[in-house]
């Protein structure tokens, strides 16, 4: 198994930074990628960005694009979501999850661990 640790939630003010750290042990050997998940109240759990772990291809959603930056520290067996530029929509619960290489980064279904997620809220 893998286990997943998020860290870096919080509130800030709309055009404010937050960078959320998320922190893998356990069967690290396992992981193919990394991805950052949301969930706010009411709604689907959403994709966010993904990053290939061994040579650091990276994706992202449409909506966060020019705003959020993923990033991973192999040695460390950490990725990061680095997001400035906040809106009150990106207010969320935060997830980081693992995909084992099968399917779709920007799915779901495809990643297998998940971690306890953080909260992000944006004031505005």
């Known amino acids: 198994q893998v286990q997943l640790v998020e860290s870096g939630g919080g509130l800030v003010q709309a055009g404010g930074s937050l960078r959320l750290s998320c922190a893998a042990s356990g069967r690290t050997f396992s992981i193919y990628a990394m991805g950052w998940f949301r969930q706010a109240p009411g709604k689907e759990r959403e994709f966010v960005a993904a990053i290939i772990w061994s040579r650091g291809s990276i994706y992202y959603a449409d909506s966060v694009k020019g705003r959020f930056t993923i990033s991973r520290d192999t040695a460390k067996n950490t990725v990061y979501l680095q997001m400035n530029s906040l809106k009150p929509e990106d207010t969320a619960v935060y997830y980081c999850?693992?995909?084992?290489?099968?399917?779709?980064?920007?799915?779901?279904?495809?990643?297998?661990?998940w971690g306890q997620g953080t909260q992000v809220t944006v004031s505005s």
């Open positions: 999850a693992t995909n084992p290489g099968s399917g779709s980064y920007y799915a779901r279904s495809a990643y297998h661990y």
